[in-house]
């Protein structure tokens, strides 16, 4: 990367703290006030910076523009697709990825076990929304008032005797995944079906997509799933990595 660029990227992050004038963003590059003025006017013309009437620089509404849109382009399915097949291949048991979209959780990925008994879901479809392990991840993170008003307008079907009863004990239930940032479906949609699930998150923190690994009794016990928990979340968090920008994807080398 050349000088010049460096030190006008190196600017970004300073203002993002708040506004600087020309002498604090030339003291934080080490560089003379007319080099950090040259820098700024050039920032200011492609609407990176704007200066204030106080004469101090901020961000400009063009970055913030184009840091959102990019946010909105990202496709988590095509992110998170790489690493849901890696752990299949290690696991070899159904992998899902969900998203939350108008208070239906949907699956938007799904990658196949290599074993003979396979589950029933599809790509698209909303999962049981009080008891599926993705759900309760992506309810969970929903502010308070936003989860209290949810819970009183669902139904609560009771799938087996694992399903969650009623909105209180699925309160209770979302302030426990809430608190230690992993779910299980042990039974709760099917008695012989196991999920464990962790969550995918922004920039921000915020989750933004669950995914997770199911299997039935037949080939693995509850127990047995739930050793895979490590597994499921460092998968989680390299999908959040890449997702957010925190993770540099690798390219391909020739």
Known sequence: MSQTVDRALSILPLLAEGPADLGQVAERLGVHKSTALRLLRTLHEHGMVYR?????????????????????????????????????????????LAVLEDDEVLYIDKVESRYPVRMYSRIGKPVAITVAAVAKLLLADLPEPERRALAD????????????????????????VREQGWATDLGGHEESINCVAAPVRG??????????????????????????????????????GEYSGKTPVKEATS
């Open 203 to 240: 920039a921000d923190g915020r989750v933004v997509a669950a995914m997770s690994v199911s299997a039935p009794n037949v080939v693995v016990t509850a127990e047995e799933l739930l050793t895979l928990l490590p597994l499921v979340r460092r998968t989680a968090d390299a999908i959040s």
């Open 52 to 96: 204030q009437s106080d004469q101090r620089y901020r961000l400009g509404a063009r970055l913030i523009a184009l840091a959102q849109e990019a946010m909105e382009n990202l496709d988590i399915r095509e992110i998170g697709h790489p690493h849901l097949v890696r752990l299949n291949e290690q696991c070899g048991h159904t992998v899902h």
């Open 153 to 176: 307008k669902l139904d609560y079907p009771m799938y087996t005797a694992r399903s969650t009863p009623n909105g209180p004990a699925f309160l209770r239930e979302l302030d426990k």
